[in-house]
């Protein structure tokens, strides 16, 4: 059952009323990270029927920053990265973790060269657990042809990520879900 979901208002004019096949034109695309019960953190990508891409992060910034350190929901690459040539993406989770990482801009990067929104995913998730294997972590991406994809690092309490994607032909965000790896 698909939760409800909030769009930021702002963004409401770039969604509403045009329809989306996904893996094809025409867009709009919005994909929205929620994937904890209770949560106060959230990441979205937009593509615009332009191409235009867009991504964003919020973050409750608490729980498991260290002290006096810049959150990495508005560090470019670490909690969002866009480009309009390749595509958009977003992270959640552990933030000191995704600031030594910049999961969002090599998302981006994958997409850019030739990999597939989810694949993309993977490999993010991959390269953080070379290194952090107990991270706790997810990313969403999108291209600009209207693709998209999700993958999160696998923990005994936190084994399948749920994401919403908007499509306007069903006038609602549809819930999608993605095992952990």
């Not at 615009?48 to 729980?63: F, I, M, Q, R």
């Not at 973790?97 to 801009?105: A, E, G, V």
Request: with cysteine; glycine share 10%; net charge positive.
């Amino acid at each position: 059952m698909a939760r409800k979901w909030n769009l930021p208002f702002l963004l409401l004019p770039l969604v509403l009323g045009i329809p989306l096949v996904r893996g094809s034109n025409p867009l709009p695309l919005v994909v929205n990270t929620w994937p904890f019960k209770n949560a106060t953190e959230a990441g979205m990508v937009v593509i615009h029927k332009t191409g235009h891409t867009a991504a964003g992060t919020s973050t409750n910034g608490l729980k498991f920053k260290i002290p006096g350190r810049v959150g990495d929901s508005p560090i470019p690459g670490a909690g969002a990265y866009a480009d309009d040539m390749a595509g958009a993406a977003a992270a959640t989770g552990d933030g000191d973790t995704l600031l030594r990482f910049l999961p969002s801009y090599q998302a981006v990067e994958y997409m850019r060269g030739g990999d597939d929104p989810a694949r993309a995913c993977q490999k993010v998730i991959s390269r953080i657990q070379k290194y952090y294997p107990k991270f706790f972590g997810a990313v969403i991406c999108a291209n600009v042809t209207g693709s998209y994809g999700a993958a999160c690092n696998r923990l005994p309490t936190f084994t399948q990520f749920s994401f919403m994607v908007y499509n306007s032909l069903h006038n609602q965000a549809i819930e999608e879900k993605v095992d952990c790896m």
